[in-house]
């Protein structure tokens, strides 16, 4: 029996720790935030995965709402006294517990001791930064063989492609040279 996934993203710590998503680069936090989900909702769309992206909130209670386009997505947003940790490390039990495999994507350790201890593997910001930038698998495939053509070709502009030897009578011409003696009528 195939185990389901569920990702489960520590929003604010990703954002922040990705190139081009941090304070220093001028980026504001609203714009930070909507940029990982448009990144998770490319990388993740297509995929039998749950995802939940988990942000700090600041509202009377918790609210979730599903990433639009994403089928099994949802954006969390913890209640004003929560920390977006504890309601991770209380995701990562629940699925836990259902018989999930979980993966949680954190640069914080302690969230990455707690989760591990209900039996979730973590991912770093680093790692789900190269998932989230990967090109989807017909993109690599074409470019897997450009590399062959490339290769294939040679380096030189001017070079002739690595064939094989022509197959046949190597005493006979090739057609089109038999053809030049006959009548174009």
């Not at 998932?131 to 470019?143: C, H, I, M, Q, S």
């Not at 590399?147 to 009578?169: C, F, L, M, V, Y």
Request: charged residues 30%; aromatic residues 6%; hydrophobic residues 35%.
């Amino acid at each position: 029996m195939m185990h389901q996934l569920t990702i489960l993203i520590d929003g604010y710590n990703v954002s922040r720790n990705m190139r081009g998503s941090r304070l220093e680069d001028g980026v504001a936090l609203g714009t930070a935030r909507e940029n990982l989900l448009a990144m998770v909702r490319q990388r993740f769309r297509g995929t039998p995965y749950h995802v939940a992206v988990i942000f700090d909130g600041n509202g009377e209670r918790e609210v979730c709402a599903p990433i639009k386009g994403l089928h099994g997505g949802k954006c969390i947003f913890t209640q004003r006294d929560t920390s977006a940790d504890a309601v991770i490390v209380r995701l990562a039990a629940e699925a836990s517990g259902e018989g999930r495999e979980v993966v949680v994507c954190t640069n914080d350790l302690e969230v990455r001791q707690n989760v591990a201890f209900h039996g979730a593997t973590h991912a770093s910001v680093a790692e789900m930064t190269q998932a989230l930038n990967a090109p989807d698998k017909y993109t690599e495939k074409r470019f897997k063989y450009m590399a062959h053509i490339h290769q294939e070709w040679g380096d030189d502009e001017d070079s002739e492609p690595n064939t094989h030897p022509r197959k046949g009578n190597p005493r006979r011409a090739p057609k089109k040279q038999r053809r030049r003696g006959e009548r174009s009528w």
